[in-house]
């Protein structure tokens, strides 16, 4: 076959053409010799990372062309930013939008409305987010215990047939405004005087929406099976996901029944259920002085309630043995030695003192009855946020162990040096990277990523988040596999995680060289029923 002369020439011109475009292939930001863990829970790999815009452009062995910046990483691990699951950021994502305790442990998204708690409607905060440069993504549920509140109230009564449609109208609203799915506080008032009805009910229409449900359950100590039974039923009437959130067993008396909590959710998955856990690394849980050692029926009515009832010797008396009872077996871990006041707004000298220093002030014994009399003044005064050390370590690695459970801190933005909180915000994702991967070998370094990205993105419904790959948003940790860790204690919480060196959130460099830099490239996130995706 014969080739016109100007043909051959005008082909060599396209070819060349061709060949100068590969090599002159430009991205925004390339990473060159990581440790790929790509979040699926797949053996690492080496290769550089090419970023164009905020999306994932390619990931080879060797990536030719140019970038406008690009980092050696030197072998260093390099994984899609950390998902946090459960988060109560809202309180200060405004003060601190940098969200520096989170960024700094590679955290790129996190989520708010949690405990079935929430802004209702949510609409006006995110569009007040929307105006606020963030440095991380930031989405949220939509709180079953808020939207409650709003419409029967802080009583402990049925809704009515008028009460449970308006309940509904604002689920669909919040749904729609960009909600994840609706969270439940059982545990907390409002929430726990909701029916498991009317909580499937609500459910059900965050699942039409796209959404999932996720459940702080009634009980955590002696109750944990029933309120176990009761988070799958919820899912299974709703017909919709559930998640066990921040899954532990309190008080010592309950230590080990973690092994049939997460027999029955095996059983519920083989059967269909669409169950899922998360967890924080730590035996020690952090909340309000009266939601953790008061009896439900006592926080009844809200503060002008809860006063009156404290001014009646008939309901004091009971309820400050209950309060025993609590600090005995279950939050108060035995021991009023064990609750440490992290926050008073009333007196924020009090911050790290322990319940059994405040009883011995007051002139009592530390004993469980002068305690719950301790507890009840704090609430009297305006009440305090506590840590309280009652978990079991074994409970904690084999739940940690389960493949449906993902890691999630429970904590907030911090504002640095404030009170004495708990660590869980400085530390989580490091503290499972170098304890429960590097030093005990609970997890392989490859499945803690899984259960800090993938398995978070893929229960939200995240489709372009959690995977390092080609097309996904470029949201990527940087850090050390060897030297990785938590910082934070229990005495002194206010500390950084170290072993990050990188943190990429949409594309752009959000934390380098130890320091947070001037970009900010968070986003708020909206869920299905915003995006107008067909739910699930």
Known sequence: MKYHPLRLFAALVVCASTMSAVQAQRYDLLLRNGRVIDGSGAPWFRADIAVTGDTIAKVAAHIEGEAAKVIDVAGEAVSP???????????????????????????????????????????????????????????????????RGAVVGQVDRRASADELAAMEELVREGMRDGAFGLSTGLFYVPGAFGTTEEVAGLARIAGELGGIHISHMRDEASQILESVRETIEIGEIGRLPTQITHHKVIGSPNWGRSVDTLRLVDEARARGVDVSLDQYPYTASSTGIISALWPK????????????????????????????????DERGGGDASRVQISWCEWD???????????????????????????????????????????????????????????????????????GVPHPRSYGTFARVLGRYVREQGVLTLEEAVRKMTSLPA???????????????KADLAVFDPATVRD??????????????????????VAFENGELTDERPGRVLRGAGARGETPR
């Open 81 to 147: 930013g950390f998902i946090d699951i459960h988060t109560h950021s809202r309180r200060n994502i405004l003060e601190v939008p940098t969200a520096d305790n989170y960024v700094r442990q590679g955290v790129t998204t996190i989520f708010e409305g949690q405990d079935g708690t929430s802004d209702v409607p949510l609409g006006p905060f995110f569009d007040k987010l929307d105006q606020t440069p963030i440095s991380l993504n930031y989405a949220s549920f939509l709180g079953h215990g808020s939207v």
């Open 297 to 328: 029926w006592a926080r009844e009515g809200g503060r002008e309630a809860v006063v009156a009832r404290l001014a009646d010797p008939t309901t004091r008396a009971p309820l400050r043995d209950e309060s025993a009872l609590i600090i005995r």
């Open 348 to 418: 924020p000298s009090l911050a790290g003192q322990t319940l059994a220093d405040l009883t011995r002030a007051r002139g009592q014994q530390a004993d469980t009855t002068n305690a719950a009399d301790t507890a009840i003044w704090i609430v009297e005064q305006g009440g305090c946020q506590a840590v309280f050390h009652a978990i079991g370590e074994e409970d904690l690695v084999r739940i940690l162990r389960h493949p449906a459970v993902m890691v999630a801190s429970d904590g907030g933005v911090m504002i640095f040096g404030r």
């Open 458 to 472: 893929q229960r939200t419904g995240l489709g372009d988040r959690g995977l390092l790959r080609p097309g996904m």
């Open 487 to 508: 910082t934070a204690t229990f005495e002194a919480p206010h500390s950084y995680a170290q072993g990050f060196s990188v943190v990429v959130v949409n594309g752009r």
